[in-house]
């Protein structure tokens, strides 16, 4: 997650409060029109909505990943489900980037679609993104493929820090992000996303986010088609001699 550290954030008290932006120096901060892909099995066709011509599925690797999710982080700042569901409308389309750097290299990848999936307690918004296999990206793909480059972070800009502790918005209450009153941990609740302007490749992400295994559900997945296709089958009586005798 893009960010600046608690302590170099200057907190304005006014009457009329700016939106509160993560962001790094550059970054353009503006609302958009949500431009969702259609949730669709057909990832060529997902893909196909963000190029300029039709690329063939050789012509990219394509990876999952999480982005953000609703737990606490570093920073002790955390999303609710409902900013969630924003994020994962506003994330198709964007670029990926590395390193949150928007100020001189261009992307690596475009996100496609974006789903909201569940684990426990945990809720993540996990996109599909796609990276040219060009010689330029081959190195990426690879790093990506290998596991050595696993973490991912989000950059955005929201409205509004609300204090965990008193529900106020955190730059006009006393209460501080990692301290504890009376039993309440205080932390950051992020309220009103406006913009998602890329998700990054990072060395450490601030939540732990990172590439997904596409394949680690298949077994489970493969077995449960298979049932399903051995339910629906006719049953071949092995009687029927019996039958034609009678």
């Known amino acids: 997650m893009s960010s600046s550290p608690l302590s170099t954030v200057n907190y304005q008290l ?32 997902a ?3 963000y190029a300029l011509r039709a690329l063939a599925p050789e012509e990219y690797a394509a990876f999952t990943l999480d982005l953000c ?13 409902e ?13 990926l980037m590395e ?31 796609y990276v040219l296999r060009t010689a330029e990206n081959e190195d990426f793909i690879l790093n990506i493929e290998g596991g050595v480059y696993r973490e991912t972070s989000i950059g955005f800009s929201f409205r509004m820090p609300e204090c965990s502790v008193c529900g106020k918005d955190l730059r006009t209450c006393d209460h501080i992000p990692g301290r504890t009153y009376g039993d309440k941990a205080c932390h950051f609740i992020m309220r009103g996303v406006l913009e998602v302007a890329e998700g990054s490749v990072v ?15 298949a ?28």
């Open 203 to 217: 060395s450490s992400g601030s939540q732990g986010t990172g590439f997904v295994r596409e394949d680690r559900d």
């Open 99 to 129: 390193r949150h750097d928007l100020r001189g290299t261009l992307p690596r990848g475009r996100f496609f679609r974006s789903t909201l999936h569940r684990e426990d307690e945990v809720v993540s918004v996990r996109p599909e993104v």
């Open 14 to 45: 006014s009457t009329n409060l700016e939106p509160f932006i993560f962001r790094q120096a550059g970054r353009l901060v503006a609302n958009r029109a949500a431009q969702a892909a259609e949730n669709t099995d057909d990832r060529a066709g």
């Open 219 to 246: 077994p489970l997945l493969q077995g449960l088609a298979r049932a399903r296709e051995r339910f629906h089958q006719p049953i071949e009586l092995e009687s029927k001699k019996l039958w034609a005798q009678e």
């Open 69 to 81: 999710n609703n737990q606490i982080d570093r920073h002790f700042s955390r999303f609710p489900e």
């Open 83 to 95: 900013e969630l569901e924003r994020i994962n409308e506003l994330v198709p389309g964007r670029p």
């Open 47 to 49: 893909v196909n909505r």
